[in-house]
């Protein structure tokens, strides 16, 4: 079976959910786990945020980023410690989470992928687009989708 899985979560509660059912999974399978998250680039700041001083710096903004990242990814890691489960987290600066996800399933050495999906339909299905169907299009590695 599977012995290093990858839980990528936003935070969101559907996220969530998912993290919980990974933890259970890896449990069962006695597989250790890899909470990720992917955060969004720096943007450059326009003239005007540059004048009027409101634009961040690059290390502001990746120590934003850390923060954010540490928000969502410590309490899954404290529950995956709680159940028993070997559990480490990671996070990127990248604009395109289902690529982001692939790669750190790659770089961890991950054989599995756990995630979720928010089953949005309709025009939000247009707009939003899903992680998930590009993680599932873009991968070679098992995905697993919680619902």
Same mark, same amino acid.
């Given at each position: 079976?599977?012995?290093?899985?990858?839980? %990528?979560?936003?935070? &969101? *509660?559907?996220?969530?959910?998912? /993290?919980?059912?990974?933890?259970? #999974?890896?449990?069962?399978?006695? *597989?250790?786990?890899?909470? #990720?998250?992917?955060?969004?680039?720096?943007? /450059? %700041?326009?003239?005007?945020?540059?004048?009027?001083?409101?634009?961040?710096? $690059? &290390? *502001?903004?990746?120590? $934003? &980023?850390?923060?954010?990242?540490? *928000?969502? $990814?410590? %309490?899954?890691?404290?529950?995956?410690?709680?159940?028993?489960?070997?559990?480490?987290?990671? #996070?990127?600066?990248?604009?395109?989470?289902?690529?982001?996800?692939?790669?750190?399933?790659?770089?961890?050495?991950?054989?599995?992928?756990?995630?979720?999906?928010?089953?949005?339909?309709?025009?939000?299905?247009?707009?939003?687009? !899903?992680?998930? /169907?590009?993680?599932?299009?873009? !991968?070679?590695? %098992?995905? $697993?989708?919680?619902?």
């Amino acid at each position: 079976m599977y012995k290093h899985i990858l839980i %990528p979560t936003d935070g &969101s *509660a559907v996220a969530d959910k998912a /993290v919980e059912a990974g933890i259970e #999974f890896a449990r069962e399978a006695q *597989a250790q786990v890899t909470l #990720f998250t992917a955060v969004a680039e720096y943007e /450059v %700041p326009t003239a005007g945020e540059l004048m009027s001083r409101r634009a961040s710096s $690059l &290390s *502001a903004h990746e120590e $934003l &980023s850390r923060r954010k990242a540490d *928000a969502i $990814l410590g %309490p899954a890691q404290s529950r995956a410690r709680a159940a028993g489960v070997a559990c480490d987290t990671d #996070f990127v600066l990248d604009d395109r989470p289902y690529h982001a996800i692939i790669e750190a399933a790659k770089r961890h050495g991950c054989d599995a992928i756990f995630m979720s999906t928010h089953a949005r339909q309709g025009l939000a299905k247009l707009w939003y687009g !899903s992680e998930t /169907v590009e993680v599932l299009e873009h !991968s070679d590695i %098992p995905t $697993l989708v919680y619902r």
